[in-house]
């Protein structure tokens, strides 16, 4: 494997946790961070803390986009 498709493999997120952290949720549903923590602030995306890290459940993510969902 090359070194750059190691690097891309690192960055890959699994889809099989309980809860990821922002970045991760951002790279998950394809927004940018901020996008993520502006969610977190308007509160259409809940979190959870646990000790001094904030994680977003895989089912509030699933909530967010069911909630964003567009009709053709």
Known sequence: MTRAAQKHENRD???DRLAYSP???AKLI???R???YELIGNGS???VKL??????TRDAID???A??????
């Open 13 to 15: 997120v699994p889809m």
């Open 23 to 25: 970045s991760e949720t």
């Open 30 to 32: 394809g927004v940018g």
């Open 34 to 36: 901020t996008t993520v």
């Open 45 to 47: 995306l809940e979190t």
């Open 51 to 56: 000790g001094s890290r904030r994680l977003i």
């Open 63 to 65: 909530r967010l986009l």
């Open 67 to 72: 909630a964003n969902k567009v009709s053709p």
